[in-house]
């Protein structure tokens, strides 16, 4: 049961990890919390279904299209929102509340193109691996498999390519950045081409891991999310790949029976805001944050 | 004249590198003592030590007799040890003059029930502070920028209201970081002058960084010298400039 | 069109823009004026109106010390949450805020025996008994009615919400204009000054989260006695976001500004329903829905766009942000 529960830990924590590490690129590089994330993921998984079921194509390649669909949706948001905001100077509440209207836009428009009903893809629901006493569903497999791969796509990206040393460096100060000559305008537009791709590729594993969606799940996707960005340590991506495997694998196993009897699972969600919460009192800055100096 | 201020083998570091490194210093009551040094020589964060910001990691810092070094700022002011800062802390959206009526201490109605049952004693101290505050603006001439909101005040203009602020507090010790930087020359001279002004008066003691070092040594009674997180030198302006040690530490091989 | 004059469809809007006008002058408190990022505002609506419903029914308590008690109640939780959390830095603590608030309505859903569960208030007395809280209040209600002679409940709930919003407003100008005052304005713009000249920030946060979460609760208390029923799911974070869209629509850091926002905000969100001209009336109703959502959302993102400062925010303030 354990290992079951860890399993199943692993797979949450990925579509977390995944969410979480396209969140805080973006809080990194331009300090916008972007409330429309979770209905940008909403955004992905429904592009997928529409590639996937309406128009019947290959599970794999209906992701790889949603998630070109996303990336493409979030630079669009870039160049008509974001960056004509920044341009007039706006301050980080005045950015913070476009995302929520942007959040609101996004989700009704989902909402009234495709409606409200659940969904699922056109993928084999019976499809089961056995490894000694874990079962895995197919969904549950590609979503680990893919995670990995993305996971470590993203680490090279950032660590060893030039690309992933600019967005840092323009993380770290963009001012000092576009004076070095870094061209910050294409940083930031690459950024969140990345950050699209990922929360496409997080919308659909959540929806497969699901089984079922509808165009309302971004938000409750969002607050776990954020949650693991913030366990990590806002602004560092590597910390927000680590809360989100601590945050998925921690709740799961948090309803294990050993430990204390378990938790009734319907409270998963909230032993991933009391962690949060208990870590934050003991290291305020995070697990992988810089410690606040004055 | 005692020590209002010891400082003993403060040790604070970060991310393994010490900042200070055992630094110990007295500061005589009612003396204008500057604590100069290279830059990286520790004496930012000598002060966020001794006011309270940052814990050392060792070492102890006694005010008036008393231990401070684990209390928190809000404590160390109110018992009388004010400092400014390096980039001053303007309350931009405030106006000017009520970012020094913020500093008058003793006012009753800072606790909200007192505005309604001390109405009067809140009303007096109020005009008191207000007429103090305007005194103050006058010197570091800014009375006609009372009713601006801070923000508006230019760099040099900001750490003037920064310094009034602090002498608004009526510290018994100042610790004033930096006070003349982006401060016009003709200013420094009055400022400078006042300060002098209150420690004849009212035995106001005054710890300042400094890099003026016409500042430095015109005004001080004592110099004290940091390089590389320890006090290497401690005398007379005429004393500290003659020690080969401290002409060494700015000329040689430097942070 | 018939009921764009309803007088009592607009007294409806009108009593929901006062409760959000009390509810909004909580966030004003915390963030207009001393700088918190709370996101987890609605649980403390959430938790007035469940300490009232609960101590109605479940101890015959009489409605009148009821209310009292839920907001000092909210009060003392929201010292609670501040004590654990005030310390941590401002993006921080808009996160664990909000997980207090999914806390809060978590177990509201699943402690059916203290709460109801999903089923809401109606489900307080136990299984089987349809339980009501409102008695005391209805008796209230006529009473006022026949005090001022006025026909209609919605009205009298109108006046009485409103009598207490505008109360709580001009009691939050009055103390915001006092150096108590000052003090959390000071927080707001920098906590480290703040520090330096003695003030005991923390202790200054502590009070501004147990007034905010005060009025949360007293807005809490008026939805209650206006719907009659609830259930947790009434308490979403959506409406600690209609709080924040109305302070920041109305103009940050002034006490005045949150009623004018709440109407705006309660007219633009009732008068859309209304719109049914081309292209809505394009649009079944359940369609038309999402549309004025999206609408709503656009008026967001537009007034971020050209009027950041808000209704009657300063630019020159703004600037300086």
Known sequence: MFLQLLVNGLVTGSVFAIAAVGVSLIYGILRLVNFAYGDVMAYGACMAFLFNVTLGLQMVLSTALAMVATAVLSVTLELVLWRPLRARGAGFMSLFLASIGLALILRQMLLLVAGPQSRAYDVNPYKVYVIGSVRLSGSQAIAIAVAVVAIVLVGVLLSSTSLGRTMRAVADDRALAAVAGVDTGRVIVLTWIVSGLLAGLAGVLAALVQSTFDPNFGFALLLPVFAAVVLGGIGSPYGALLGGFVLGVVTELSTWGGFFGGVNSVYKPVVAFAILIGVLLVRPQGLLGRARVV | MSAILEVRDVVRSFGGVRAVDGASLDVAEGSITSLIGPNGAGKSTLFNVVSGFLRPDAGRVVFEGRRIERKPTYRIAQAGLVRTFQTARALTRLTVLDNLLLAAPRQPGEQLLRNVISRGAVMRRELESRERAKELLALVRLEGHADDLAGTLSGGQRKLLDVARALMAGPRLVLLDEPMAGVNPTLRVQLLQHIVALRDDLGLTVLLVEHDLDVVMRASDRVVVMSNGVVIAEGTPAEVRADPKVVDAYLGTGA | ?321
């Open chain 3, 1 to 321: 069109m018939s009921t764009l004059a309803s007088g009592e469809f607009w007294a409806f809007v009108g009593v929901v823009a006062g409760i959000y006008t009390i509810f909004a002058l909580g966030l004003q408190l915390e963030f207009g004026f001393t700088g918190l990022l709370n996101f987890g505002h609605v649980a403390f609506m959430a938790i007035g109106a469940y300490t009232m419903a609960i101590l109605v029914v479940k101890t015959g308590l009489s409605m009148w010390i009821a209310a009292p008690v839920a907001i000092l109640t909210s009060a003392a939780i929201g010292i609670l949450l501040g004590l654990s959390t005030v310390r941590l830095r401002s993006d921080y603590f808009a996160i664990v805020t909000i997980a207090f608030s999914e806390i809060i309505r978590y177990v509201a859903t699943n402690e059916d025996r203290l709460t109801g569960g999903t089923q809401g208030t109606i489900n307080l007395a136990g299984a089987g008994e349809a339980s009501q809280y409102n008695g005391e209040w209805e008796r209230f209600q006529s009473w006022v009615q026949g005090v001022l002679h006025i026909g209609s409940k919605d009205v009298a709930m109108l006046v009485v919400v409103w009598a207490v919003a505008l109360a709580c407003t001009g009691g939050l100008y009055a103390a915001i204009r006092t150096p108590w005052g000052r003090v959390l304005k000071s927080i707001r713009e920098d906590e480290d000054a703040a520090r330096s000249l003695g003030k005991n920030v923390f202790a200054y946060k502590l009070q501004s989260l147990a007034f905010g979460s005060a009025l949360a609760g007293t807005a809490g208390l008026f939805y209650a006695w206006q719907f009659s029923f609830f259930s947790p799911g009434d308490f979403a974070p959506l409406l600690t976001f209609f709080a924040w869209m109305i302070v920041i629509l109305g103009g940050l850091g002034r006490a005045w500004s949150v009623p004018v926002g709440a109407l705006v905000f309660g007219v633009i969100f009732a008068g859309t329903r209304f719109f049914d001209f081309a292209p809505f009336s394009w649009f079944d109703s359940a369609d038309r829905a999402y549309l004025r959502l999206i609408v709503i959302g656009l008026v967001i993102v537009g007034l971020v766009f050209f009027r950041p400062q808000g209704i009657l925010g300063k630019r020159d303030e703004m600037v300086l942000e």
